[in-house]
């Protein structure tokens, strides 16, 4: 290969030197980036109302960890430019791996609130059907999810299903191996797979600066040969466009695509957190400025497109929804001992076996 077809191979793999926008802080329109489109009036308008139910949502379930109902919640405040982008991106057929943070995403998805909560309630580790949904369970595991993404990929390639699989992930999980693994894994077999990094600056408590040393970390996949893109997490209208095109990329048969979203965690990292042991007051104020929701609600009200009734219908959407999940997790949980032994193997070990009919005996002893 020749230094200048090398140049224009390198050059078609880096990101934009700043993150890509449509629309600043207050919501008012700035000048496109080249080779991105705008999406639909109708679209933007669909994405405003499930981040305002999404929001809803999201604060219902950090109350109900408060009230003893959930384990635990990994609160997305803030991020929902990120988390109904993707969903909005993918197709029926595609396929979504998510991680621990993503339950707005699986919720605009079409999930079931109460499904999607399961685990967090300490019930099963999933409480949907993934191949029903197309959606991987969320996963706990830093980065472990990409691999299996990539694998999916792979296989829905095989069978020419004219599909993608889009692997959300955090900041910290780019610092795992899995992560890097699955980026070479991707980029040799060429699959069908987006990595959308969501960059809320926090790993728990590790800020981004004692992660990385690289210019952004849409930068990592450039040694692996995957096109990667940097865009304003916060800018709804950017991240929908960067997204889709992405997907488009991944779908037309050119491989991985790598998009990075800079945001911010609003919340602590979960409710067992206290993330004024680590981040300043005027940090989290900064980013309150740029909330997504309230910069993509300016620029619909200014442009005509979001009227006051369109306004309360979708925050009555949200409260509806949040009355439906409080009812939910409102009512106890019959818990089955016996369900330890189900969904380990398709065929159970013998000792598995044996356990069972230990544990039903005992069970059967109680009752007596």
């Not at 499930?50 to 950090?62: E, K, L």
């Not at 949904?133 to 706990?140: E, G, I, L, N, S």
């Not at 999810?145 to 694998?151: D, R, W």
């Not at 929701?293 to 620029?299: G, P, Q, V």
Request: net charge negative; hydrophobic share 40%.
């Amino acid at each position: 290969m020749s230094v200048r077809a090398l140049r224009r191979t390198v050059d078609s793999l880096l990101p934009a030197l700043a993150p890509i926008r449509f629309l600043a802080e207050d919501g008012t329109a700035v000048k496109p980036p080249a080779g991105y489109s705008r999406p639909s009036d109708d679209l933007l308008r669909e994405a405003w109302r499930r981040m305002v139910v999404g929001r809803r949502f999201d604060t219902q379930a950090t109350a109900l960890t408060k009230q003893g109902r959930l384990a635990v919640y990994p609160s997305s405040r803030g991020q929902e430019a990120c988390q109904i982008a993707g969903v909005l991106a993918l197709r029926e057929q595609d396929w979504l791996f998510p991680t621990y943070r993503d339950s707005v995403a699986l919720v605009s998805r079409g999930l079931d609130p109460m499904q999607v909560l399961t685990m967090l309630r300490g019930g099963w580790h999933c409480g949907y059907d993934p191949s029903a949904v197309r959606v991987a369970p969320q996963c706990t595991p830093l980065a472990t999810q990409t691999i299996h993404a990539v694998g999916m990929a792979e296989a829905l390639r095989r069978k020419d299903e004219n599909a993608v699989v889009m692997a959300f992930v955090g900041d910290g999980g780019t610092s795992e191996g899995d992560f890097h693994e699955a980026l070479n894994f991707a980029a040799v077999l060429r699959a069908p797979v987006v990595f959308f990094v969501q960059n809320n600056k926090y790993a728990i408590s590790v800020p981004l600066a004692r992660q990385s040393a690289a210019p952004a970390l849409a930068y990592k996949g450039i040694g692996y040969g995957i096109p990667s893109e940097q865009v304003d997490g916060n800018d709804l209208m950017a991240v929908l466009s960067v997204l889709t095109a992405a997907v488009d990329h991944a779908r037309s048969g050119q491989g991985p695509f790598l998009v990075e979203a800079h945001t911010y965690r609003m919340d602590a990292h979960t409710n067992a957190d206290d993330a004024t042991r680590y981040r300043q007051a005027d940090e989290v104020e900064a980013w309150a400025a740029a909330d997504p929701l309230a910069r993509l609600e300016s620029f619909l009200r200014a442009q005509g497109l979001l009227t006051d009734q369109d306004a309360d219908a979708a925050r009555e959407e949200g409260e509806d929804l949040a009355a439906r999940v409080r009812a939910g997790m409102n009512t106890d949980v019959e818990v089955d001992p016996v369900q330890l032994f189900e969904q380990v193997f398709a065929e159970p070990t013998p000792q598995l076996r044996e356990q069972r009919a230990q544990l039903e005996s005992e069970l059967a002893a109680e009752e007596c």
